[in-house]
């Protein structure tokens, strides 16, 4: 979010200086908003971090992943 606000920043960012210009640019111009998510809400830590098995049922039913189960599915 700093980035994004502040150009300051911006010299320490060169390799996402187009991808910051573009944020920047958007959020300026009132077409983009930034907001804080808490770390405990990132919903990508079901994919890509150990959880344990609580904390992935809450992200999952977040993401809306749904478990599906075949019982004898004989033809």
């Known amino acids: 979010m700093s980035i994004a ?3 300051m920043f911006h010299n320490h960012t060169n390799h996402m200086k187009i ?6 640019e958007k959020i300026l111009a009132k077409q983009l908003f930034i907001v804080h998510i808490l770390a405990q ?9 150990p959880l344990s ?10 993401l809306n992943v749904k478990s599906v ?3 004898n599915s004989s033809p």
């Open 5 to 7: 606000h502040n150009p």
């Open 19 to 24: 991808d910051v210009f573009f944020i920047r």
């Open 41 to 49: 809400d990132q919903w990508v830590d079901a994919l890509t971090k």
């Open 53 to 62: 098995v609580a904390r992935f049922e809450v992200l999952k039913d977040k």
């Open 69 to 71: 189960f075949f019982l």
